[in-house]
């Protein structure tokens, strides 16, 4: 069955299907003269095993407010993006009525309705709504990846995490399905099956159709991205960025913009911590919020284009500065990874910060299995109908709840702080409190956790920290985003740090590590020709927006200290 766009409209609904009659092909196309018409008919869809991708209504329904006709239709399906379309002469009037439910999620784009042929502004809104929900929702139509495996366990759905978050459509087949037989043929075809013919799970298609099994998500980062050792400027680049968050991201389209040879080694997948968030609604330029995977994404392929080299999957474990040679001109930087060595006339850190471990009995073992340190995207869409506990109170944990609720028959925030105010975006503050799915739990921390009959997570234990008290309720997903280390175990003693240990830079280094009485500059480290950018930086803001302002801002120091040891 084709996904469903839903138009809703007392008196125009033949216009708005004949505007959206470009959609026709993937889409089909069903209108609604009321809200509670446009609810049985979405009611009806679900019911048939099909899916509703889109709402568009006018801003004056005959039978109920608007905002009140979200709250409706939402209930019946939460995943679906949800759409005013309002016509020109209740476009103004309505707009100081409405636009503050879009601040607090009740809805996602308020448009004005097209008023002729080829209103591009406008489908350009709708394109980038539905790309959005097919990316998070529904199974890909065009697989870049094809994954073979029998169960969906805990490597099986990493690889797949990975691979969402580097923008490359993929499904998970049975071995037994179409698909799964004609990976596993092509596999047995090129010798790959064991001695005994046995075959080790998961197999992983590429789009060349090379099928290889995969033991961990690296086996899978390089068959489609190469090994550090495989990077050829002169084998020595002017500067090798580790970490590919909005600051690594920004520093590479910035360096290789201005002409400098780049490279950037990121251990997982683009994005940071950023790229897992589901919708950031106040990054400049994007009146209607962009997911962090979005963001990563556009901003790699804003650096590729300028000719930066990424590895992904390959973390760095150790950095060797370099030696003055006998010309005292300074030697480069060697970066350390297990594919390869890296040398750089420049080092850029913006490996950012990892979330801290629980450290409760019983939950690390079902890491993968329904514990997920992060957002995990791709988790979201196990867990319909399922109980979500969500632990932390930033904006990247509100923005995680969110995301689950559109699957997820509940989900909980808990919460050391009383309540969310202090530590969260007051718009995502406010998502919150509207959206009858998810709760917060102030005082409260998780202090076990367990398997079900199937091995996966079944359970946990919330404490209340006033009372000592504590419960036991049936989790299906725990999802945890506390706090920030710095991941800087790699780097030498020579580049301070301060005690948590996040990098100095600039004035924060102290004077005794100061260079002729004068300190690094702003972004620089202690040592000569290694910056700092982003959350690593001791004295960073913790900000999209912020990360990506260093980024920028590092290049130029980059381009003086090239200039300086030429």
Not at 14 to 42: H, M
Not at 79 to 85: D, H, K, P, Q, Y
Not at 115 to 139: K, M, N, Q, Y
Not at 357 to 366: D, K, M, N, V
Request: net charge negative; glycine share 12%; with cysteine.
């Amino acid at each position: 069955m084709k996904p469903v766009i839903l138009l809703v409209s007392e008196t125009r609904s033949e216009q708005l299907l004949d505007e959206f009659s470009r959609y026709a092909r993937d889409y089909e196309l069903v209108t609604a003269t009321s809200a509670r018409q446009a609810k049985q008919a979405a009611k009806g869809v679900v019911s048939d095993g099909g899916q509703v991708a889109m709402f568009v209504t006018e801003s004056r329904l005959p039978d109920a407010e608007v905002l009140e006709a979200f709250h409706w239709w939402r209930a019946s399906v939460p995943t679906a993006r949800r759409v005013i379309a309002a016509h020109e002469s209740a476009f103004r009037e309505d707009a100081d009525r409405l636009r503050g439910g879009m601040a607090k999620g009740k809805y996602d784009a308020y448009l004005l309705a097209p008023r002729g042929p080829r209103d591009e502004e406008f489908h350009t809104a709708i394109c980038e709504l539905l790309s959005d929900w097919g990316s998070t929702v529904a199974e890909p139509e065009v697989v870049a990846v094809a994954i073979v495996s029998p169960v969906e366990d805990a490597l099986t759905l990493s690889i797949r995490d990975y691979l969402d978050r580097m923008g490359m459509p993929n499904r998970v087949y049975a071995p037994d399905s179409d698909k799964g037989r004609h990976v596993l043929e092509r596999y047995l075809a090129d010798g790959g099956a064991g001695e005994a013919g046995e075959v080790t799970y998961p197999l992983v298609m590429d789009l060349g159709e090379r099928v290889a099994p995969a033991q961990n998500v690296r086996d899978v980062a390089t068959r489609i991205y190469g090994r550090p050792a495989d990077v050829v400027v002169d084998r020595l680049v002017d500067v090798a960025i580790v970490g590919a968050g909005p600051a690594g991201l920004a520093a590479a389209v910035y360096a290789s913009s201005e002409g400098l040879s780049t490279v950037v080694l990121e251990s997982e997948a683009i994005g940071g911590q950023a790229g897992t968030s589901s919708m950031i609604r106040n990054y400049l330029g994007f009146p209607r919020g962009i997911s962090g995977m979005r963001l990563a994404q556009r901003a790699r392929n804003q650096a590729v284009r300028f000719g930066t080299k990424f590895f992904t999957g390959w973390p760095v474990t150790s950095l060797v500065p370099g030696t003055p040679g006998d010309d005292g001109a300074p030697g480069p930087h060697v970066l350390v990874t297990d594919g390869g060595e890296v040398r750089a006339r420049a080092v850029v850190v913006s490996a950012g910060v990892k979330y801290r471990r629980l450290g409760a009995p019983g939950i690390e073992g079902l890491v993968g299995l329904g514990v997920h340190y992060g957002s995990a995207m791709t988790a979201a869409r196990e867990l319909e109908g399922s109980d979500v506990v969500v632990v932390g109170g930033g904006n990247s944990a509100g923005q995680a709840a969110i995301h689950l609720a559109r699957f997820a028959r509940s989900v909980t925030i808990l919460v050391r702080r009383e309540a969310l105010a202090a530590t969260m975006s007051s718009y995502l503050v406010a998502e919150i409190k509207h959206n009858p799915r998810i709760t917060v739990q102030g005082c409260a921390e998780v202090v076990e956790g367990g398997p079900d009959e199937d091995g996966r997570l079944g359970w946990v234990t919330v404490r209340d920290t006033r009372t000592g008290g504590e419960e036991r309720r049936e989790c299906r997903g725990l999802f945890v985003l506390i706090g920030a280390e710095p991941y800087c175990d790699w780097l030498p003693d020579e580049v301070a740090r301060d005690g948590r240990g996040f990098v100095l830079t600039g004035r924060d280094v102290p004077s005794d590590r100061w260079r002729g009485g004068l300190p690094p500059e702003s972004l620089e480290t202690t040592v000569p020709g290694i910056f700092a950018a982003g959350d690593i930086r001791a004295g960073s803001m913790k900000r999209v927006a912020a990360a990506s302002g260093e980024g920028a801002s590092v290049v130029p120091l980059v381009h003086a200290w090239l200039e300086q040891t030429r």
